[in-house]
């Protein structure tokens, strides 16, 4: 019997694209982040790794994850 949450996991390993096509709750997240970032995520990282996003604009890569998770439930 598989769980519920297995299917609604966000991996580091999902692009920004992955997270937003799948979950269009998650867009809003990503736009609270923007201010951060100093720009437009989905504009501008949308080919990246969640991972990759949290380096490149220093983002705590955990709690990101744990966000955009809260928003698809």
Do not use: W
């Amino acid at each position: 019997m598989n769980s519920p949450d297995k299917s609604e996991k966000i991996t580091p390993q999902m692009t920004v694209l992955d997270v937003v096509s799948r979950y269009r709750r998650t867009e809003a997240v990503f736009k609270r982040y923007d201010d951060g970032a100093g720009e437009c995520i989905c504009c501008n990282a949308l080919f990246d790794t969640l991972k990759d996003v949290a380096g490149r604009y220093g983002l705590d890569l955990a709690r990101l994850i744990t966000d955009l998770e809260k928003a698809i439930r």
